[in-house]
């Protein structure tokens, strides 16, 4: 499975983006996907993750009724809805899929595949 990232880009703050992560293969609507994010010389932060059917979505508390996960499994994509950014949320994001996840998907060391990550730059 290879994912790619997109629709990073500049946006103010208060603002949005969305993200897509687009997945190559036949086994997509097996996959969990997650999305993370990285600022510089920090460690890599969940945002989100939405299971196989979407039937369970998972929020980091930081983006939770702000940002919106969803997917597309006949377009084999997932989309990551980002509003009212601010600028502590500048980091690159990285989607990622998994088969199962045993930790609930809050853990990069679950994830089996990633994308390459999309920069998302946030103006204050």
């Known amino acids: 499975v290879q994912l790619q990232a997109s629709g990073g880009g500049l946006a103010q703050a208060g603002g949005s983006l969305r993200l897509s992560c687009a997945a190559s293969g036949r086994t997509f609507s097996t996959l969990a996907v997650g999305w993370f994010r990285q600022s510089p010389g920090k460690e890599r932060d969940f945002v989100a993750v939405?299971?196989?059917?979407?039937?369970?979505?998972y929020y980091a508390d930081s983006v939770n009724g702000r940002f919106t996960i969803s997917r597309d499994n006949a377009k084999n994509t997932v989309y990551l809805q980002m509003n009212y950014l601010n600028a502590d949320e500048t980091a690159v994001y990285y989607c990622?899929?998994?088969?199962?996840?045993?930790?609930?998907?809050?853990?990069?060391?679950?994830?089996?595949?990633w994308g390459q990550g999309t920069q998302v730059t946030v103006s204050s």
């Open positions: 990622a899929a998994a088969r199962t996840l045993p930790q609930g998907g809050r853990h990069p060391n679950e994830y089996a595949y």
């Open positions: 939405i299971s196989r059917d979407s039937v369970v979505t």
